[in-house]
Every structure is written in C-alpha cells, then in structure tokens.
C-alpha cells in the first residue's frame, strides 16, 4: 500500500464548500417550494439566502472551471471511446455482483485519473445538463420581471419554475447516490477521510494491475 | 337627535330586505338619517350669487323654484359641462339596441346606471325611443332620483343639479323625498333647505326674502358654495362618516359602495366605531387611510381639465411633462366633469375614461416604502397594490340577493357576509381575482362577488327578468302568502315562511312557484344566476395592517386558493354565471360545500406563485426518483454488509 495525495487543499475546501452549499440550496428550496411543510428559516429569509447562494455557487462553480481548465484536469472528466463499453460492463457488474463477492475494484483510483468511466458519463451529464438547466432557470426565475418577454418565450414562469424544480430533485439523488458511492472504496470511509485529510493509501501499482487485468 | 331610529336599524336582522317607506319612496340611507346641520358661515372665494328660476328671473322676483342650471349658467358653461359629464348621462349617450350592452344581459341598452340592470334595485330602465318613455321616465327618476344629479336622459323632467355637489350643506334627504313625490321642478329648491332661503309650503317653497341681500343676490358662505365635499359623492356612492361620533351604520342597499364592498370613507377607526365587530379593539385602523390623511375623492377622481390636478401630459410625446395648463378662468367657465375613473368590474360606464384616475402609484412611490419586500417589483407588477392594502373589509357586505322568492315586505332576500349569529360582524377578505388592465396585462385584485338569483321571462320585449308587481301578483294573496306557496316551502310546519324559508331549492318548490308566475302572467319563467364582482379599492389601510405575511399568498393552501362563499344556497338546477361585462377572470371551480353552499375554489393559474404553485407530476416524479435512489443504496448497502459478514464468517 502507499499514501498518495488525492486532493489538494483547493480541491478539498471546493467541493465541501459547493457541497454546503447545495444542500442549503436543497434546504432553502424545499422551504420556498412547500413553506407550509417545511419551516427552516421562513419564506422570506430563505428567499434572501437561496438568493445569494445560487450566486456564491455559480461563481463557485466558475471558479471550479478554471481550475480544471488551468490545471488539464478536466481531462479526466471526458470518458474515452476505448474500451468504454466493456469499462462501463465490468464497472456495473461490480457494483452488482463482485462488491458482494469481494472482489477487487476494477478501476483503481489515482490523482490524475479519479473518475471510473460510470463516474465520467454522470459528471458529463450533471455538469453540463442538469447543472446549466438549474443555473439558466433559476437566473430566469430571478430575473422573471426584467426578462418577461424572454421567460414568456420559454412557456412562462410556471415552466421555467417546473424545470428549476425537475432538476433539483434530480440533483438530491445525485447527492445521495454520489454520498453513498463514496462507501465502495478500499474501506467505507476510504474516499471520505481522503477528500477530508487529501491523501489516501492505495495498493501498489502491480496489486492495481493485476486487479484491473482480471476485472477486464 | 334620532339616535333611537339609528339604533332601531342596527338591530334589524342583517339577512333583511329594505323594507320600502310608506309612501313607496326608496328607504333612507344611513347618510341621511344624519342630524340636518344649519347652515353655518363658510368661508368662500365664490361671488354672491343670484338664484334664478327655469326662465332666468331672480326668485325673490318671481317666487319661482330655483334652477341650477339658470343660476349657475351665467358664469359657468352649464349645457357644455352636463354634455362632458357621465354622471348626468348615466350612460344614456352610450346607449345600444337592448342586447348589445357589454353587460350581454339581453335587456340592457347601456353600460350605465340608465340602461344596465341594477340587480340590486331591480330597476329596469326605460329606454329612449320606447313607447309610453316619457312617463316611464318620470316614474324612473321618482325611485332612481335619489342617485341621479339630474339632467341627461331625464333633462325634461329634472335639471342638472349643480347644488347637490358643490353646496357644502346641500339637503339630499330633501330633495330626494321631493322627487320621489314627483315634484321634480322644486328639487333644486328643495337641496337648498339647510340654508334656511326658503321654507316648505305645501307642494312649493316660499322663499324667505329677509334672507336675501337688498340686491336679491345671495352670499357664497350663506350657500357653502365651493368644490364638492366627499360628503356630496356619499350621497350616491356609499357612506361617507366625517363625524366625531362613534359611526353606527344599518345596511343600506343605497350605500352602494358600502353594501357592495363593506368599506367606508371615514377617518373614524374602526375600533372607535360603535358597529358590532369581532375583535374591534384590535382593529385601530381608520376605515380608510386616505380619509384619516385629508385625501379627498376629487384628489384621485379629479376634472380631467383641472390646472393643478391634469397629469399635464398627451402632448408632444417628447413631453414628459407639458407646463401648459387651462387657465384658471376657462377651468372654472368649463371644469370638464367626466371625472377621472378607475377601470373597476362595476364601473362600466364611460370605459374610454377607465383608467384615467390617479392610482396609488400617482402619489406613492412604493419601491422607496417596500424595501423589505422580496422581488417587489414582481410584486407591483403582478397585484394591485390594494390586494394587500384592502386585505379585510369590516361593515357588512352582500354576499347574495334572491328575487325568486320574495321577502314578506316584497323584497329580495339578503344575506350579509360573514356575520356571526349573535350579528357580530366578522369582516370579509376579499377575493383575488386576475383583473384585465388598460395596458393588457392582468393583475391580481380584491374582490367581493356578489350573486344575484332572479326569475326571467321571454315576453314580446324579448327575455327581461320577471317584472316586480308580476312577482307580488304570483306569490302574494291579500299581502300574504299564497297557501300552495307555504305548503311548499314551510319547513318547520309552523304555517309561516321565515325569510330561511324563502329557498326554491328543489325541483317541486321550483314548479310550484313557477306554475303561480305563469298564472300571473308571466312567460316562460325560468330561474337565473348571476355573479357580479365588485372591485373593492377603497377602505385602504397603511401597511402596518395590510397583509405582509408572505404566508398568506406563498403557501398551498394560501388565501389565493381560499374558498370564497357566492351563495348560502342555490335554486334547483342553477349554475350562476359572471356578468359579461366583468374586466376580470372568474378563475377556479364552482362546487358546494358540505353547508350547501355555493363556493367559489379560486385558483391563480396565470400565474406562477412560489409555495403555492406546483406542478403535482413533477414533485412525484422526483420523489419516486430520491426514493427509488435511497430505496437502491440502502439495500444495496445492506446487501454489503451481509455479503461481508457471510465472508468473514467463511474465512477460516
């Protein structure tokens, strides 16, 4: 085994900020959604604070994109064509039947290759799908009064509003699923303490190979 | 002091019909049972003044009625001032056939007063050029004078009376009770009473000369001559209270706006008022802001060609503001009296007018005082700013009139809204409704809708509601009720119909009363219903009592979906319908409730409310999608542990 540095510091104060963030973005919006179920700050205040953290994660999330574009680490969010379908196959048939068998992870995580390629096409889906519908209506349902013409040509506010609130559902499983995924690495809480910590101790580089050799 | 009589009407039932006078002239309204002050000296810039009779000579010299028109006409450009003012024409000048009304009402010949059906009167206006129109007319103004200033469709029989709006101390209780007895010639006279100029003499005044100067003029302050007093538009529009006295008020279907709406112009706050409100201590709140802040109605309902209060705009559209005004002299020669209106449901008359008031935002700047608001801007352009400033309305209210059935006096039926059983008035919250504006756009407003239930007929005049004295003729024998009627309709057996009673709501009390219309003579009666809104933009309170409860609109089951009572019950068969000349949508659905009544479900489906609006697929949809989600990982998780657990245990 040895101890590698998974996440820098920037990586790591990103994404538990972004991760904050959209709960309380969650949080606010179930409050602003159904104020008659849910009390958390009262309408008005989470109006303000749902406000304000779009902004704070959209330029989060700016700022997250120049990183990666920067660094070249965006690279490791683009799935490649090959091998793709049998990565994918050997990826689900471990989720379906070798975690269970305890066989070894098919795809071994590293610092500069941390997605397996089910991770890739859920990011790619996310960020560039569901992610700029959330941001585009929720810009839209801001600004309904000054862009009237624009969010009338769009089916009205209650279309804009329906599709805002479609993509936060999708995103509250996204969490939950991406919450429990962290459990599958070496250890249930292997992924967690090295988005914590940073570093995280992986198997050797002829244990990883012989391992992905055998899952293909 | 007729405290007594004031009191004696409080505490008549509240579900009442207005019984008429003796002498057939419509009841008093609570206005005018106001003590008559005499006349005191105002203060006045007005000349003295020569009274002057229908030929122009001075009335000291010929013992003649007064004539507004002649007095007023030597300085004053009368003819041109009744032909620029809807109210003198009450529509009459926009006359159609009958039937092609706004109203879609198939008698209607105008969108006015003179013209449009007044449910509530049950007034049916002759129509210019019909047969036998001159003593129709005649008749009309002897019931309907007592909202008619004179002039317009009625100039032959009674002239514009300038006096009864612009004398501070003008006699409308006179001069009502003198057209209703048909002596229209001395009505003008007769709104001079207060000034103590002449007394009643049998059918004609004797003019007091020792009240007159030596020249035959008279002073300006003898008269209280000057610009109309909120007092003169409650004559017609509803009550004006600008008394120190603790208000006390009887429903009064002549208070239009008060028994249409349930507000009042009064400074007086509520909980200084002697009404019986539930929880009035709490309510210290001026029955209008506008009232207790010196706001006038002309301040808002101004002369369109007044120097000071025209928008000076309509010029040059590079203008954002035209210093060139009338003079003063041309004004006050021609004030133009097609005063500035608002565009309410109610307000039919004169609809190229709609619109040319002065609205809150004439006066206020909102943005400046509802900082604390979110998306207030969102908020002014999708409600009026009197669906949370007019958030409650606390004298009664009408929620329903029944002419199917009439009352022992011969009256409709009534029912107030929100009154307690111990006659406790709980005060009503308007219903919002979506409002068609000038501009096209729709806005929330406050509402009270009021359903009407009454017989129709097809005669050769074409369908016209079932005429009154055919209604008597039908349900009453000897002033009482026919026997076939009581067996019907007794539902205690106690031989008498109590006003509860009066309810044709099953197929055989229907046929009953039918079949004794048709003996009446009455042609094909059948039942109608119909709803009439009524804009409510008075009784304005500041914000520290409008609703600034984000709650009352953002929530599920906020008050934008409040059920909304139309009717406490409904003639059998019978669905109303909204007047066809309503500027507003009757959104949402029509059902009874477990009571039997008839309740409005309102919805906002034009807009999208946050907390209130959703899409129900939607939020299943994610939910079966987070639980599904859930549901997976824990099993999948629980399937973990056992597989790690049966693992360990094989290991040796």
């Known amino acids: ?62 700022l997250a994109l120049f990183y990666h574009l920067a ?40 610092p500069g290759r941390k997605l397996n390629v089910l991770q890739q096409v859920t990011y790619l889906l996310v960020l560039n799908l569901v992610l700029p519908a959330q941001v585009v209506t929720g810009v839209l349902m801001w600004k309904a009064q000054e862009w009237a013409p624009l969010v009338n040509r769009l089916g009205g506010l209650h279309q804009v509003a329906h599709v805002h609130v479609l993509c936060a559902w999708i995103f509250a499983a996204f969490i939950v699923m991406h919450v429990y995924l962290t459990t599958t690495g070496r250890t249930p809480l292997a992924h967690l303490r090295a988005m914590v910590l940073g570093w995280e101790e992986l198997p050797d580089e002829k244990a990883a190979h012989e391992a992905s050799h055998e899952a293909k | 002091m007729r405290w007594w009589l004031v009191a004696l009407c409080s505490l008549t039932p509240l579900v009442v019909s207005a019984s008429e006078t003796e002498a057939g002239f419509p009841p008093p309204s609570a206005e005018l049972l106001q003590p008559r002050p005499r006349t005191p000296a105002q203060p006045s810039l007005h000349p ?11 009335v000291v010299k010929s013992g003649e009625a007064a004539s507004a028109e002649r007095t007023c006409d030597g300085c004053h450009d009368v003819r041109w001032i009744e032909a620029h003012s809807y109210h003198t024409k009450l529509g009459a000048d926009e006359s159609t056939a009958r039937g092609r009304s706004p109203s879609g009402r198939a008698w209607d010949f105008s969108p006015g007063l003179f013209g449009r059906w007044d449910p509530m009167s049950y007034d049916l206006a002759p129509m210019p050029g019909e047969a036998k129109f001159v003593d129709h007319i005649a008749e009309w103004e002897k019931q309907q004078g007592w909202r008619h200033v004179g002039g317009g469709p009625a100039a032959a029989l009674v002239d514009g009376n300038c006096f009864l709006c612009h004398l501070r101390n003008a006699d409308n209780q006179t001069r009502v009770g003198w057209l209703g007895r048909g002596l229209f010639a001395w009505a003008d006279t007769a709104t001079l009473a207060s000034t103590g100029l002449a007394t009643e003499n049998g059918e004609r005044w004797q003019w007091r000369k020792e009240r007159f100067e030596p020249d035959g003029s ?74 207790e802040r010196l706001v006038s109605c002309a301040s808002c309902h101004f002369s369109p060609n007044h120097p000071a209060y025209s928008y000076g705009t309509g010029g040059p559209g590079h203008l954002r503001f035209d210093a060139r005004r009338v003079e003063i002299t041309e004004y006050l020669r021609r004030p133009d009296h097609q005063f500035a209106k608002g565009q309410s449901t109610q307000a039919t008359v004169a609809s190229p007018l709609d619109g040319s008031m002065r609205r809150c935002e004439g006066c206020h700047d909102a943005p400046k005082v509802h900082l604390w608001l979110p998306r207030a801007e969102r908020h002014f352009s999708a409600m009026l700013c009197e669906s949370c400033h007019v958030s409650a309305a606390y004298a009664p209210a009408r929620q329903e009139t029944d002419w199917t059935m009439l009352t022992a006096a011969h009256e409709a039926r009534v ?20 409002r068609q504006q000038p501009d096209g756009t729709r806005k929330l407003a406050p509402n009270n809708l009021v359903t009407t239930w009454f017989w129709t007929e097809k005669s050769s005049e074409g369908t016209r509601p079932v005429p009154l004295e055919t209604l008597v003729r039908a349900f009453f024998t000897n002033d009482t009720y026919r026997p076939e009627l009581v067996r019907a309709l007794d539902r205690d057996n106690d031989g008498r119909l109590q006003d509860s009673e009066l309810v044709l709501d099953t197929a055989v009390k229907v046929t009953v009363a039918s079949d004794l219309l ?63 000349d309503a500027n507003l949508v009757l959104q949402g659905e029509l059902a009874r409730d477990a009571l039997g009544r008839l309740v409005l479900h309102p919805t906002v489906a034009n807009l999208h409310v946050f907390g209130h609006s959703r899409s129900y697929a939607i939020d299943i949809t994610g939910l079966v999608l987070l639980i599904s989600v859930m549901a997976g990982a824990a099993t999948h998780a629980l399937l973990r542990v056992r597989s790690t657990r049966r693992r360990r245990k094989e290991q040796p």
């Open chain 2, 518 to 580: 048709i003996a009446a003579g009455a042609q094909s009666p059948t039942i109608t219903g119909e709803i009439q809104p009524y804009g409510m933009h008075h009784g304005v309170s500041t914000g520290r009592f409008a609703t600034r409860e984000c709650s009352a609109c953002h929530t599920h089951d906020s008050r934008l979906s409040e059920p909304f009572v139309l009717a406490s019950s409904v003639p059998f068969g019978v669905t109303p319908r909204l007047v066809g």
């Open chain 2, 415 to 434: 029912v107030y809204r929100e009154i307690r059983d111990d006659r406790f008035i709980l005060g009503f919250r308007p219903v919002l409704l979506p």
């Open chain 1, 1 to 62: 085994m040895k101890r590698v540095e998974m996440y820098s510091a920037f990586e790591r104060v990103w994404h538990w900020l972004q991760a904050l963030t959209i709960i309380l973005l969650l949080l606010t919006g179930v409050e602003i959604h159904a104020p008659g179920g849910f009390h958390l700050l009262g309408f008005a205040r989470a109006t303000w604070v749902h406000e304000a953290l779009a902004l704070f994660t959209i330029a989060n999330a700016f």
């Open chain 2, 218 to 291: 008279v002073p300006a302050a003898t008269l209280g001559l000057g610009r109309p007093t909120d007092r003169a538009c409650g004559f017609c529009h509803g009550v004006v209270y600008q008394q120190p006295e603790p208000m006390l008020l009887a429903t009064d279907p002549h208070q239009r706006m008060t028994e249409t709406q349930g507000v009042v112009f009064s400074p007086q706050r509520i909980s200084d008022s002697a009404m019986n409100v539930a929880g009035k201590d709490t309510l210290s709140l001026p029955w209008d802001v506008h009232a």
């Open chain 1, 71 to 110: 660094t070249g680490a965006i690279r490791q969010f683009f799935p490649q064509p090959r091998d793709f379908f049998s990565l994918a196959i050997a990826q689900i048939t471990y989720y379906l039947r070798g975690i269970f068998t305890g066989a070894p992870h098919p795809f071994v995580h590293e």
């Open chain 2, 48 to 58: 003295p003044i020569t009274l002057r009779d229908s030929k122009g000579v001075a």
